[in-house]
């Protein structure tokens, strides 16, 4: 388990999960994580669990990948 918060992902392979997973995660805590490859390698992403808040918009949980 991962206890930060976003931070540099370089392992191979490696697990990013959400602070105190699979608790409840802090209120209003946004993470964000750099996954950086080595050259000519590709990055493959397997989300296993993902669970929302409830909101009609969903405008307080999201997932954005880019």
């Known amino acids: 388990m ?4 976003g931070d540099e992902r370089r392992s191979l392979p490696g697990v990013i999960t959400s602070p105190a ?10 993470c964000v994580w750099t996954i950086v ?5 590709q990055v493959i992403l397997n989300v296993t669990d993902f669970l929302l808040e409830q909101h009609v918009d969903c405008n307080f ?3 954005e990948i880019r």
């Open 2 to 5: 991962v206890l930060g918060c």
């Open 21 to 30: 997973y699979p608790s409840d995660y802090p209120h209003q805590r946004e």
């Open 37 to 41: 490859a080595p050259d000519n390698h």
């Open 61 to 63: 949980d999201y997932l």
